[in-house]
Nanobody
């Protein structure tokens, strides 16, 4: 089964930027819709963004719209989440997810998940 590995998290100041990466262990990466979710301590996991298999379709959660950009490079089997204008409320564990069927914002619809990467934003 395909495995996903996230990287790029860290501790930054409000207003800073980070780029998260999600790398697949398989060459079939291009067959999958990719999404990013996040979960803050004591909170439910929430949808952040999703991108279609060929990258021509994206969708964002309202709190990150205009600040975050999801993209992918299928030749590198890697998806990205570029985060700018980070706010303390963006602090969370960020997870990459994938599925060959479109699941949109629904977490349970994604069958493959990474282990997460922590993002901490201080004011």
């Amino acid at each position: 089964q395909m495995q996903l590995v996230e990287s790029g998290g860290g501790s930054v100041q409000a207003g800073d930027s980070l780029r998260l990466s999600c790398t697949s262990s398989e060459g079939t990466f291009s067959y999958y819709h990719i999404a990013w979710f996040r979960q803050a301590p004591g909170m439910e996991r929430e949808f952040v963004a999703t991108i279609s298999q060929n990258g021509d379709g994206t969708h964002y959660a309202n709190p990150v719209k205009g600040r975050f950009t999801i993209s992918r490079d299928n030749a590198k089997n890697t998806g990205y989440l570029q985060m700018t204008g980070l706010k303390p409320e963006d602090t969370a564990e960020y997870y990459c997810a994938a599925d060959s069927y479109y699941s949109g914002t629904r977490g349970p619809g994604y069958r493959v998940w990474g282990q997460g990467t922590q993002v901490n934003v201080s004011s």
